[in-house]
């Protein structure tokens, strides 16, 4: 073979360089690819695994979570915390729950409903007050103790007064059997201000008690009455809860508060006690069983992991997107 039709090379056994270059680019895109699959790879069977993982939780026994699986007789407790109002720990839906819950149950040696809260709504309070006295007529050999811990003020007070008895702390605040609506005026302001309030309402009484407006006699007076009539039927509602334990007296339903050794002696309250007390030396089951509804496992598993979740994604994303 001449010099002319041997193939020319890089050296002795050597590839040229375009080939060592089409080589390293197939073998850097193989590589890519073997990563991007990977990382597409793990994703997925996450993304499996955290299906998995919410349907477990999903079709587990609510039970699980709240406490109410136990063996033998127990104290069933629920728990009033904090403002009672709609959509709130301790409106009415979220509390009566519970206690229908601990009542059904039957290992329930007795129901602890603890209270801590300033009041609210005398329509939750009431609703909660009507359906404690409608479970214990229906199962009457389950009773129910309200214990008080910090406060029991206004609407907690209602809520307790439909229990078997109340028990408090010697230092606990309980009272304040009374109804108030309050507000602000800001019509001297508004005149220092030159400023001209212009409402327009159909009605002569819609926008009673504005507070840019001054006030109208007759609308304090009409408001006056509606605060009266939910006052009396607090005291009604006390008056049949606590029946003759109550002492009487000009400042009971005045809106006043107490110790929890003052409503003692004032019949408010029946003795001094804490919910193991009561649990161990009254209804006699030592172990608490806690019967208070909780938000939803997966809801509260979500809440927590569903913005680590998306921002990972999303690096993921990227860090994937770089690799184009």
């Not at 793990?42 to 955290?50: A, E, G, P």
């Not at 301790?90 to 209270?115: C, E, P, Y």
């Not at 001054?214 to 009539?229: F, I, Q, R, S, Y």
Request: glycine fraction near 10%.
């Amino acid at each position: 073979m001449t010099d002319e039709q041997k193939t020319p090379s890089a050296g002795d056994g050597e590839p040229r360089s375009w080939e060592r270059e089409t080589l390293n680019k197939v073998l850097f895109a193989t590589l890519q690819e073997q990563r991007r699959t990977r990382r597409w790879g793990i994703f997925f069977k996450l993304l499996f695994f955290v299906y998995l993982l919410s349907l477990l939780l999903i079709y587990l026994p609510e039970d699980l979570f709240s406490g109410s699986i136990a063996l033998g007789k127990h104290t069933a407790l629920v728990e009033v915390e904090g403002v009672i109002a709609d959509n709130s720990n301790a409106s009415a839906d979220h509390v009566i729950t519970g206690l229908r819950a601990a009542f059904k149950d039957t290992n329930t040696a007795g129901i602890i409903l603890r209270i801590n809260s300033p009041g609210g709504s005398p329509v939750q309070a009431g609703y909660i007050n009507d359906e404690i006295v409608r479970l214990r007529a229906k199962y009457p050999k389950v009773p129910l103790y309200a214990v008080i811990t910090d406060v029991c003020a206004s609407g907690g007070y209602y809520v307790a007064a439909a229990a078997d008895k109340i028990y408090a702390d010697k230092a606990s605040i309980v009272g304040s059997i009374g109804v108030l609506m309050d507000g602000f005026g800001f019509v001297g302001t508004m005149e220092k201000l030159g400023v001209e309030r212009r409402l327009l309402a159909a009605g002569d009484h819609k926008g009673f008690l504005d507070p840019f407006s001054p006030v109208k006699t007759e609308d304090v007076a009409h408001v006056e009455g509606m605060l009266k009539d939910i006052h009396r039927q607090f005291i009604a509602t006390v008056k049949k809860g606590r029946g003759t334990r109550l002492k009487e007296s000009d400042t009971l339903y005045s809106g006043l508060v107490w110790t929890g050794e003052q409503s003692v002696e004032m019949g408010l309250v029946d003795a001094l006690g804490s919910s193991s007390y009561v649990a161990r030396e009254v209804i006699g089951a030592e172990n608490i069983v806690n019967f208070t509804p909780r938000t939803n496992y997966f809801d509260r598993f979500a809440e927590r992991t569903g913005l680590a979740l998306g921002k990972a994604v999303l690096s993921s994303a990227s860090a994937w997107g770089g690799l184009k």
